[in-house]
């Protein structure tokens, strides 16, 4: 769909959303997010961004205004069936061209009802009458084809809304094609470390505290995938590439044990990432490694430990069972926490939920066990005990560890928080850290 | 900031969005949504958005080719500290004005220093550097003022890109202005019935089916809070809203009780909701009315259930007890699930999560129980348990009732969805529903 031949100057993209659904606000464009980032991963960057409704003459104004601008010019949505759905025919009138039956994007069509025993429809029969002279773009799992066209020299594509058809779209068909064009491609590379347990802020400090001779040709970039953070670093030539290691090695070492796993991108592959990186990934891989077990004994964050370890595939194998103990009263009878103890100390307290670990070590017979009791808020803080304040213990029947922080935020994301710090926490006795990790700082005092 | 005149025509409203990390997908814009959501709720629609990077050529042309095309342009972004934000540079030279201090901004920033005991750096100093002639628009919380201009007879009007400060912003002094200009603002009126267990499709049938003589002047919309649907009515005139009242009773007696929740907002409301409505918000106030409590035992859903109760401020007062029991032996020992009940039907059965719920009620003492049992997948089906297959059981010490549902997907929604449907069937329960929800159907036959 777009010429073979690498360009030296940088590509003019933009992209044009379309669709009401997406001014009112009742989605919000994840899709335009998803091909910047693979965009930036191979050294291509999006000029402009413009979002419609479904509007006709709104539509016909923009692309013929964004094609006298840009090089490439990717319309997302309005490919389905219904009458809201108008860049086939939006296009048609910018190009010149009548509207018609396609035969191939019928072919597509057929073969796509036939699979799901559909009959097809007249809607769906909307969807192959094109402008004439486009370049279908298969769609290799939706019933709407995309198709491409050059006008006043700039190449326009049109794609589906559907995000998951979108992206295999865009891997399998239009990233391949754009890679060629884009410049200097095979000196691109973005490494990314994910990173738990530093804000953006207090990265950013290391860099300007430690790394003040950071070079510019290796780009900083960040990426919050809360509460984790994705610290990207890019080069753009043969020369930076080479001394990226170097610095890579520099920043790491200043990271230390922050670093979950360290990914390398490079502008051959054409790869997105399903899901953000997440602490419990790591935690369940190295206990499969291991063949060890993990169990949980949670207060304030109410099964969210379990749950964030139970949504990674696999985890049967390291996980048996987790408790949810939210008053006192069962704390007692399902993991032995003494009433004395509750009594004589709080159930927010160091005391607490070094019972609380050792009973669920007791009760599950796992491995290793985590505990947590705090005050999650809003309500029942108090002067001594604020809101935000958490007692955690961690370890095996070897030994338990404390600690206690203040961590003073809204409900959701102190719980978040909280359960990614228990899991951080044996990740590092599995690989025997000894290093302080940076949010034991948060003491609140 | 705006005259005070009621126009009769609908103003044409234009969002910028400024920012590199909105275009190269760092971060998702979801600051336009809430503003486009909001408007929504007021009658008003926004008519283009554009997205830039933090280019100074690109913004000062956007920013004068908008303000040639709208009636109110608002942009967002680009005012914070560093050398990244030219949304003041930008405008001064699109309106042909100098750059200069600001004295009531100064003063603001001054104030806001002060009260958390931080010394006025030079970078913030740049936050009032500003064009001349210019509105201030307060900031509640933030450090950067907003500000406003007319140019081309379009109301410019530059918020800051922190969610929180914009938001705020919004709420108290961009809204409340923008209402006065909104066309027969006081007819229009939006009605949301929150509704969990049928999706958008499923509710569009109920339309076309039953309701095939809608009113075109009641508008229906969906929006998605995966697993929740929002369906939203919109009246836009006073004849409108006076048939309103009908025709919303017709669709809440078709969708039944799987509407848990409904909300008015009248265009004289500016209000956003914080968080998507979720069924254990319904469920834990239900329960604090009864002064009841409620206890889960979780083997696929690996303690989501419990999370999403114990998410809710003020759930404390229902719940004390989650047991997330992933393997057999855990069943056993915790919920006294007999091994040869196990042995003989397989963990994914009913017979097993009866043993469950009646376990964790036996154990908890709690008034209610949910139990689950299935196959989350990837991995884990066969032929006759595919991956999507679970056995639920809910119900109190009186009678314990059962289910099988079939709900292939992948991991994550599958866990999502069963987790609300536990909490759902918990809630119809309560309010004593005969009617059968929409998901029984989904069997896999």
């Known amino acids: ?50 979002t419609l409704g479904d509007d006709f003459d709104a539509l016909v104004a ?27 025919e939006a296009l048609a009138k910018v190009i010149g061209q009548p509207l018609e039956e396609h035969a191939e994007a019928l072919v597509h069509l057929e073969l796509w009802c036939e699979r799901r025993g559909f009959r097809l429809s007249g809607a769906n029969r909307k969807q192959v009458i094109l402008p004439k002279g486009i370049t279908l773009v298969p769609n290799p799992i939706g019933s709407a084809v995309g198709f491409s066209v050059v006008h006043n020299d700039c190449h326009i594509i049109c794609t ?25 491609v095979d000196k691109v590379k973005t490494v990314k470390l ?71 991108i490079d502008s051959t592959t054409a790869e997105i990432l399903e899901q953000p990186f997440t602490v419990a990934q790591t935690l369940v891989e190295l ?5 060890q077990t993990i169990t949980m004994a949670e207060s304030c964050t109410g099964g969210l430990i379990a749950s964030n370890v139970t949504r990674i595939p696999g985890s ?38 070094l019972e609380m670990a050792q009973g669920a070590l007791d009760t599950s017979g796992s491995d290793w066990a985590v505990s947590v009791s705090g005050i999650a808020g809003p309500g029942g803080g108090s002067d001594d005990k604020p809101v935000g304040t958490v007692w955690i213990c961690w370890g095996n029947n070897d030994r338990l560890k404390t600690q206690c922080l203040v961590y003073p935020t809204n409900r959701l994301n102190f719980q978040r928080f909280i359960a990614n710090v228990g899991l951080d926490l044996i990740r590092r006795e599995l690989l025997e850290i000894k290093e302080v990790p940076s949010y034991f700082s948060r003491t609140g005092k």
Chains 1, 2 share one sequence.
């Open 287 to 291: 206990l499969r490694q291991k063949e």
């Open 316 to 353: 049967s194998a390291v996980f048996e069972a987790g408790y949810v103990t939210y008053s006192n009263r069962i704390k007692t009878e399902l993991l032995q926490v003494k009433t004395e103890t509750l009594e004589r100390h709080g159930a927010v307290s160091e005391a607490v939920v």
């Open 62 to 88: 923009e692309i013929e205004y964004i094609s006298r601008q840009a090089d490439v010019l990717l319309i997302n949505g309005g490919l389905g069936p219904t009458a809201d759905d108008l860049t086939a």
């Open 160 to 184: 589906p809304g559907v995000p998951i058809e979108l992206k295999q779209m865009w891997q399998q068909e239009i990233l391949p094609h754009l890679i060629t064009q884009l410049p200097k």
């Open 1 to 50: 769909m777009l010429n073979d031949q690498a360009q030296e100057k940088s590509l003019n993209i933009q992209f044009l959303l379309t669709g009401t659904e997406l001014m009112v606000g009742d989605i919000v464009d994840t899709n335009s997010v998803m091909l910047a980032q693979s965009l930036k991963d191979h050294g291509a960057e999006v000029a402009r961004k413009v």
């Open 194 to 264: 994910h990173t738990f347990g530093m804000g953006e802020s207090a990265i950013q400090n290391l860099f300007d505290q430690h790394l003040a001779d950071w070079p510019k040709d290796i780009e900083v970039g960040y990426r919050a995938a809360s509460p984790l953070v994705d610290l990207k670093l890019t080069t753009r030539s043969e020369q930076a590439e080479k001394h990226l290691p170097e610095w890579q090695a520099k920043i790491e070492s200043l990271l230390g044990a922050h670093v979950l796993k360290v990914s390398t």
